[in-house]
């Protein structure tokens, strides 16, 4: 059993900055990727971005791209997902979510356990 915790979600204006984080507790083992998935209602979950274990590869949505940048700090078990130039379109309960597979997945089937979600707010 692995729990993921998120922190950082908030009111921005349009143009501005948030911080989301992450924190893995419990069976993480020893190898493992990390990702975040956002949802807004009436739409479809979506895959935000995601990063492997040694922090050497990186995937982000186009729509993000330029914008967000995701990190780890593995000795703390925890996921950074750093938004800048937010738009209304990027409001959306935001979580992350593990996968026991190191490499860093787009495809949401493949996680493992996932968080509780930050709700991001973007006002225009």
């Known amino acids: 059993q692995v729990q993921l915790v998120e922190s950082g979600g908030g009111l921005v204006q349009a143009g501005g900055s948030l911080r989301l984080s992450c924190a893995a507790s419990g069976r993480t083992f020893s190898t493992y990727a990390m990702g975040w998935f956002r949802q807004a209602p009436g739409k479809e979950r979506e895959f935000v971005a995601a990063?492997?274990?040694?922090?050497?590869?990186?995937n982000y949505a186009d729509s993000v791209k330029g914008r967000f940048t995701i990190s780890r700090d593995n000795a703390a078990n925890t996921v950074y997902l750093q938004m800048n130039s937010l738009k209304p379109e990027d409001t959306a309960v935001y979580r992350c979510?593990?996968?026991?597979?190191?490499?860093?997945?787009?495809?949401?089937?493949?996680?493992?356990?996932w968080g509780q979600g930050t709700q991001v707010t973007v006002s225009s």
């Open positions: 990063i492997s274990w040694s922090g050497g590869s990186r």
């Open positions: 979510a593990f996968d026991y597979n190191p490499n860093g997945s787009s495809r949401e089937a493949e996680y493992d356990y």
